[in-house]
């Protein structure tokens, strides 16, 4: 590892944050390509970069690096259920909502996909939690399956959709059961959505 990248106190670095450390260098830009070229950095866009040996020490911060990528976002879907325990699949693609367009990035250590939410379904219902790398935005729970359910499952009603929860995606009945009603029927509201209305319906008869 270059002397330069041991002060970085994370597993990913910005240029902004690397550039004042390379004031003797005449072409910084060069510099950098070249630390990307030896493998030393991995680029996950242009301006932001994951430094390759702290990859040794630890895993790579996911989370962290989906609020970076691309925002402002927080992690919902299938990644937060996953997060949850609330489907027992592993989860390969992490997922993210955000008031920007809906885009994907393919990187070197996985996709990160992004998802389009109007402000006003974005605002309610996230939260914060920390890992080894530190704090990250994530969906609650029952953020995380409204947002699901809006994306995917629109046409369900009534008994379908518990159905498609239950026996199509394999989540289990009992934390389904045991979500905040009160916190769903809140997001429900704000989403203005006759499918995240059904799934608050159909889970307060649970």
């Known amino acids: 590892m270059h002397s330069l990248l041991r002060f970085a106190k994370t597993a990913y670095v910005e240029t902004q944050n690397l550039k004042p450390l390379l ?27 994951l430094i390759a040996e702290k990859l040794d ?10 609020n970076l990528l691309y925002g ?7 990644w937060a259920l996953s997060y949850y325990k609330m489907i ?25 996909d992004y998802t389009y939410l ?8 996230i939260d914060q939690k920390e890992n080894g790398a530190g704090r990250f935005l ?6 995380a399956l409204a947002d699901l359910i809006h994306l995917k499952s629109k046409k369900l009603e009534g008994k379908d959709l518990l ?26 509201e704000n989403y203005r959505s006759k499918a995240v209305k059904n799934l608050s319906n159909v889970l307060g008869l649970l």
């Open 23 to 49: 004031g003797s260098y005449t072409n910084q830009d060069d510099f950098i390509s070249r630390m990307v070229k030896s493998g030393e950095l991995i680029r996950l866009k242009n301006g932001f970069f």
């Open 88 to 112: 027992p699949e592993g989860v390969y693609v992490v997922t993210s909502a955000s008031t920007t367009k809906s885009k994907a990035f393919d990187t070197p250590i996985g996709t990160f």
């Open 118 to 125: 109007s402000h006003h379904r974005y605002a309610i219902g």
């Open 57 to 66: 020490e630890s895993p790579a911060p996911f989370e962290q690096i989906a």
């Open 72 to 78: 402002p976002s927080y992690i919902s879907f299938e």
């Open 163 to 188: 159905v498609d929860l239950i026996e199509a995606r394999r989540m289990d009945e009992d934390l389904l059961k045991n979500l905040n009603k009160k916190h769903l029927l809140e997001i429900a």
């Open 138 to 143: 994530i969906a609650t729970p029952e953020k």
